[in-house]
């Protein structure tokens, strides 16, 4: 059974109704019908946090997804699970190819910011203060294009540049 039917939330459920609705009224392919209802299950099980299950509706999704700014929105996904996971390397790896498909990704690099500035953090208390350094620039640089892209978010990542001086 579809996960859409077993989900108790109204949210999902509005969500999913409003999605078949769309699924029938928009020409698409049988292949893109199915990558987004993979894609919209593995949303669900992922606000459940079911992990495992979302990963598994992901990974079907982009082996039937073929357009680059469908996919960008599953791999962030797919990077949001592993962040969630404390699996930051695969995380950065997932939002640097959703990136890859998709530049115009604020949240992509938030993130990306956000993993590098907790590492250059665990550095710093580790007595390594050149790593740290590395691991803030890196975060730095990710929150610069973060907030060129929306220049009214991520207010705290602007203060913090300003105040390291990093904002160029």
């Known amino acids: 059974m579809p ?7 109204f949210i999902d459920k509005i969500f999913s109704i409003v999605a078949n609705i769309l699924l029938r009224i928009i020409p698409t392919t049988s292949e893109e019908k199915e990558a987004f ?3 919209r299950d593995g949303m669900s099980a992922q606000s459940e946090g079911n ?3 979302a990963l598994k ?3 079907e999704a982009m082996r039937l997804e073929i357009d680059p700014y469908d996919r960008s929105y599953i791999l962030y996904n797919i990077g949001l699970i592993h962040t969630n996971n404390g699996e930051h390397t695969k995380a950065l790896k997932y939002y ?3 990136l890859d498909r998709n530049p115009f990704l604020p949240q992509a690099l938030n993130n990306m910011a956000v993993i590098c500035y907790y590492r250059g953090e665990e550095a710093f208390l ?3 203060p050149g790593i740290a350094d590395v691991w803030f620039d890196h975060a730095a640089e990710f929150w610069k294009r973060a907030i060129a892209l929306s220049p009214g ?3 705290r990542a602007q203060n913090w540049l300003r105040m390291t001086r990093r904002f160029e």
């Open 96 to 98: 640097a190819l959703a």
């Open 153 to 155: 978010n991520y207010i």
């Open 51 to 53: 992990y495992a299950e």
């Open 57 to 59: 509706n992901y990974y």
């Open 3 to 9: 996960r859409s039917r077993i989900n108790g939330n």
């Open 126 to 128: 580790c007595g390594q």
């Open 37 to 39: 209802t993979y894609y």
